[in-house]
């Protein structure tokens, strides 16, 4: 059996998220069931951390979701997944016009390269406090099904 010292320390590996340091403590408990004459444990407990293993490295290649309201730690950078759409904006017609065309241009981006022509990959807004530059970078991020990152 695993002494109380390693216990305490998968715990608290696991606490912490350190998945190497929980590997490394499994197979700790492994090498003590293996030397206490528990040969078939300890060759379960290996297959065991052989396989969580295999299992991190895929979840670390896959995709990153960014699910809606996520902030870091340290409050500086929040994402959201927004839903406003173009017909929410009240603006004078030709901002709507430039912004609708925005959207063709990212919606249509293969069949621009395709003629040679790419589309806009940067947009200033500008303005002073309270004008929607964030509502309408959110309405460009809801039309395209982008997140949207604010500082």
């Keep these: 059996m695993a002494s109380s010292e390693q216990l305490k320390a998968l715990l608290q590996s696991h606490l912490e998220?350190?998945?190497?340091?929980?590997?490394?403590?499994?197979l700790q408990v492994a090498a003590h069931e293996a030397r206490s004459g528990h040969g078939k444990l300890a060759?379960?407990?290996?297959?065991?951390?052989?396989?969580a293993k295999k299992k991190s490295s895929a979840d670390k290649n896959a995709p990153i979701s960014i699910a809606k309201g996520v902030q870091d730690d340290s409050g500086l950078l929040f994402a959201s997944q927004p839903k406003n759409r173009l017909v929410d904006l009240i603006a004078k017609d030709d901002l709507k016009v430039r912004l609708e065309r925005l959207v063709r241009e990212q919606k249509f981006m293969t069949k621009l390269k395709t003629h040679g022509l790419s589309p806009r990959r940067k947009v200033l807004l500008v303005g002073p406090p309270g004008t929607g530059k964030t509502f309408t970078a959110s309405i460009l991020a809801g039309e395209l099904d982008y997140p949207l990152f604010q500082v």
């Design 17 to 26: 998220k350190d998945d190497d340091r929980f590997m490394s403590i499994a």
């Design 43 to 51: 060759q379960e407990l290996r297959d065991l951390v052989t396989v």
